[in-house]
């Protein structure tokens, strides 16, 4: 019997992995481009966001009822800060887990909506400058954090719309989908996105008529804010809806989870100003509930999962890790 060493066959499996064969000539083989890779400056951009909206749920996450003294601008319903607090820690693993991403497939969920949401509440700032902290009857530290806000809302988007622009061009194939999700679960992400959007377009576009569709009292300007969140998530929502695939959704089924778990614990700490009978709160929890679900799903079926090797039958024959020899197995 000849022996077979280990790299060799791992060698012989990259390459197979690596060649398609030509139709028309089973016997020929050409190599094909590999995977497109998440481009560095890309990850360091995602990483770098990452960091931001986590700065940003602890200011409003935790300091819920400070805003006038720790954030950009005044937030008067503490159930609108902690909501847009949630939104930023849920956004904390979307971009950190698709910053750690090799394949640019398996990243890009994190792109549309990060780009849409930041482009959107770019527009409620300058739409609204007057409301925030600027001028001498603020501290140093809340002028501070308001022009970091603004810095943040118009260099974010540009910096990605140029890498977005440099990953798209970099040479390499998507790989093929491998884990797909359930058949049931493509509709709840249909609806799901269909809704989000749908309604953030309204808050965002009227905010004084839609604001009583949503179970908590809001100005016009927190109106327009939550209505670029659920704009964001919608995308998010959507974009998983085709890419179809749990290895490349797992950032955002990450975030969905955080999300619904967050704002659940933000109802719970804030349960006085929220319309719990009213038809928009039920739509909220039902929504809620639809985000937690597909949220938990995506994640465990894009989880890695060990590959189990087949028991060796007796008397046949298998090949060891570290000698990379044949050996027979005995019977017991």
């Known amino acids: 019997m000849t022996t077979v060493n280990t790299s060799t066959v791992q060698r012989a499996e990259r390459d197979a992995r690596r060649t398609v064969p030509i139709s028309g000539a089973p ?36 300091f819920t ?12 319903n503490p159930l609108s800060a902690a909501f847009l607090g949630a939104g930023y820690w849920a956004a ?9 991403q090799t394949v640019w497939a398996n990243a890009r969920i994190a792109i549309p909506a990060v780009l849409v949401f930041t482009l959107l509440t770019l527009t409620v700032t300058l739409t609204h400058l007057g409301q925030f902290h600027l001028g001498a009857r603020f501290t140093i530290g809340t002028q501070t954090v308001t022009a970091a806000w603004i810095a943040i809302y118009v ?29 049931w679960l493509y509709g709840v992400l249909a609806v799901q996105a269909a809704v989000l959007v749908g309604l953030g377009i309204a808050l965002f576009a009227a905010p004084g008529a839609a604001a009583p569709l949503w179970p908590w009292t809001l100005t016009p300007m927190m ?56 038809a928009s709160g039920i739509t909220y929890l039902i929504i809620l509930a639809t985000m937690l679900l597909t949220g938990a799903v995506g994640l465990a079926r894009g989880l890695p999962h060990p590959i189990r090797q087949p028991a060796a039958r007796p008397g046949s024959w298998r090949t060891t890790g570290k000698t990379g020899h044949s050996q027979r197995q005995s019977p017991a």
Do not use: C, K
């Open 27 to 62: 016997t020929e083989r050409h190599r094909v481009a590999a995977p497109r890779p998440l481009v560095p400056g890309m990850r360091r951009l995602l990483f770098t966001a990452s960091v931001l909206v986590l700065l940003a749920g602890i200011q409003l996450f935790v």
């Open 65 to 76: 009822g400070r805003t006038d003294h720790f954030f950009a601008f005044t937030i008067a």
């Open 92 to 100: 904390v693993a979307i971009e950190a887990l698709a910053g750690r």
């Open 155 to 183: 260099a974010v988007p540009a910096l990605m719309l140029i890498l977005l622009l440099r990953q798209v061009r970099t040479p390499g194939l998507d790989p093929p989908r491998a884990v797909g999700l359930p058949t």
């Open 223 to 278: 109106a327009q804010a939550i209505g670029a969140w659920l704009i964001g998530l919608g995308v998010a929502a959507g974009q998983m809806l085709a890419e179809r695939d749990a290895r490349r959704v797992r950032p955002a089924a990450a975030g969905s989870l955080l999300l619904a778990v967050f704002l659940s614990i933000a109802l719970a700490r804030y349960p006085n100003q929220f319309h719990w009978r009213s």
